[in-house]
């Protein structure tokens, strides 16, 4: 049975023994609120069907835009084997008064073995992830049509694709700074983006890269070393102070 989170919740465990699991293809908690903070938890799936989410958190959309399910933290958790994705988050933008908090600050977790690590879903915005491990997934994070979310310090290595970006209203335009990409089947899958997006500092090791489509994408002071590079259709691709390997 899903779970509905409250507002203001705060769900501690004590890490690995804390586990929390589904052999359904359901959301474990779907927040129903504002500012739940998960901590120290333990999630698994089972690859059933692609509603199978550890947490999960959609907002509405009204005349100020996409709105509530904000300001939620998730720390040193773990999501497993899910055939939907560890988190998921879709209209998603602030408070419905301007305030432009996002749906989650994600912190020192793993996401293992899941259709999606991560899935940003149409104006999932304002999402920060730092210092976690996203690996053996099929797509490590996937973003479609979401903008101003950062990828910060991550391990995203071994997936079959480690990022996959798709344009959308008001997409992509932030950052991934110092995250090792490496040994993934394809890197960076990048297609359609309109308003930009920064690579700066990380490590591509493996792995295809390849950008369609897209509008301002910079790639300035990270180590690459692609099986291939393909650009399609670009505006303003730019590559600054780049170190290629062969």
């Not at 055939?83 to 419905?96: F, Q």
């Not at 104006?123 to 990828?151: C, H, L, P």
């Not at 996959?164 to 899958?189: E, F, P, R, Y």
Request: with cysteine; net charge negative.
């Amino acid at each position: 049975t899903m779970v509905t989170v409250p507002v203001n919740s705060h769900l501690m465990g004590s890490g690995s023994l804390s586990i929390i699991k589904t052999t359904s293809n359901i959301h474990i908690f779907e927040l129903d609120s504002i500012n739940s903070t998960f901590e120290n938890l333990t999630f698994y799936g089972n690859d059933t069907g692609t509603s199978q989410v550890g947490i999960y958190a959609e907002g509405v959309v009204s005349g100020t835009g996409p709105q509530s399910r904000y300001g939620n933290s998730v720390i040193n958790c773990r999501f497993y084997d899910f055939g939907g994705s560890g988190l998921y988050a879709k209209n998603i933008l602030g408070d419905g008064s301007s305030n432009h908090k996002g749906a989650f600050w994600v912190s020192n977790s793993s996401f293992i073995s899941n259709r999606y690590g991560i899935h940003w879903d149409t104006q999932a915005e304002y999402n920060t992830v730092i210092g976690s491990t996203i690996v053996n997934n099929s797509v490590g994070v996937y973003i479609n049509a979401a903008g101003n979310n950062s990828f910060i310090g991550n391990n995203i290595n071994d997936n079959s694709t480690g990022l996959q970006m798709l344009g959308g209203a008001n997409d992509a335009h932030c950052v991934a700074i110092g995250n090792k990409i490496n040994h993934n089947t394809s890197t960076l899958t990048l297609s359609n983006i309109g308003f930009g997006y920064l690579f700066s500092g990380n490590m591509m090791y493996g792995g295809n890269m390849t950008i369609t489509s897209c509008t301002r994408i910079k790639f300035v002071d990270n180590d690459i070393s692609a099986s291939t590079i393909t650009t399609t259709s670009n505006t303003q691709l730019q590559f600054t102070d780049n170190r290629f390997y062969v």
